[in-house]
């Protein structure tokens, strides 16, 4: 984002930090109320001088209590449409007024946050670009999100993992990779991941070309993530009764005894139960198939 739109200075202060990963940012986007329909926030940038005041709220903000920088779509005018009234803005995260509470999601684990803002002062040259040119920073930027949701390297491994898995367990005196329906799901999903990563090659060769993005990520974002679930669920579905135990058949939670089950076995339940939130987040799947529909009875 910064490297796209950012000036000159803003790259200096903030792109060295981000190659070598001493500084990490948060995602300020989704708010109680608006998150589908992201232009609908109310968080408020009031101008003072040279600087912005924030007031409002941040939700579902992944990592913010491991970040150093946040940036944020904040509303700056309530008098156009409301896409043309956002800005976007980077904050400094150990700014006074900027609180940050934990939200444990339903693997047991605190992933999320919310992230209140009181009279936080944010100077405006930390702001990209022009005042209510923020929403074309925030398509740009969903649309990097929703493509790299994909995620092939982690559905390739997780493919590796159930192999490894269904040979270790047994079903019926024999290993569980031998059984016909559970082969034949293997099967169909890891046929699926290869048809996932060939539409992503495509994608991306129509880009190295110059051709612009339509709904494109619309469709990783909803393939990725409908198989990032389905190969979950077949993980737990070949745990068994392993997968019963969770959570306290971790042994990473304060406790010395061993983890039940075969190695991982904890992991890949809260995988599943985390994964639970794939077709919501970076816009939920819904919203996608819309933004598809809408794009293609336009062409």
């Known amino acids: 984002m910064i490297y796209s739109f950012g000036n000159e200075a803003q790259k200096a ?26 232009a609908s926030l109310r968080m408020a940038a009031v101008r003072d001088g040279d600087h912005y005041i924030l007031n409002g709220t941040k939700l579902w903000t992944t990592m913010a209590h491991w970040a150093d920088w946040i940036f944020c779509l904040v509303r700056t005018s309530n008098e156009a449409k409301p896409q043309d009234g956002i800005s976007f803005l980077l904050v400094d995260i150990t700014t006074p007024g900027i609180s940050i509470d934990p939200v444990i999601t339903i693997d047991g684990e605190h992933h999320v946050n919310q992230v209140t803002f009181e ?9 990209i670009g022009k005042e209510g040119a923020g929403w074309t920073c925030a398509k740009f930027l969903l649309a990097n999100e929703r493509q790299a949701i994909t995620d ?29 329906d559970f082969s034949r799901k293997l ?13 992503e090659l495509r994608f991306l060769d129509a880009q190295l070309r110059g051709e612009e993005r339509g709904f494109e990520p619309s469709i990783l974002k909803v393939r990725g993530t409908e198989l990032q679930q389905a190969l979950s669920e077949l993980y737990v579905e070949a745990l068994g009764y392993f997968a019963l135990p969770y959570p306290t058949n971790r042994g990473d939670h ?28 970076g816009g939920t799947n819904e919203i996608q198939k819309n933004i598809m529909a809408k794009l293609l009875l336009r062409a």
Request: aromatic fraction near 6%.
């Open 13 to 38: 202060q903030h792109l060295p930090g981000i190659l070598k990963s001493d500084v990490w940012w948060a995602q300020g986007y989704s708010e109680p109320g608006a998150g589908s329909d992201l």
């Open 119 to 127: 009279d936080v002062r944010v100077p405006v040259e930390n702001r």
């Open 152 to 180: 092939l390297g982690a559905k390739k491994r997780m493919l590796q993992r159930l192999r490894a898995l269904a040979t270790e367990i047994n079903a019926n005196g024999k290993p569980l990779l031998q059984d016909p």
């Open 187 to 199: 099967t169909d999903l890891d046929i699926q991941v290869s048809g996932l990563e060939y539409t």
């Open 254 to 281: 304060g406790s010395n005894m061993p983890e039940s089950g075969p190695q991982g076995a904890a992991n890949g339940v809260a995988h599943f139960l985390y994964s639970r939130a794939a077709t919501i987040y």
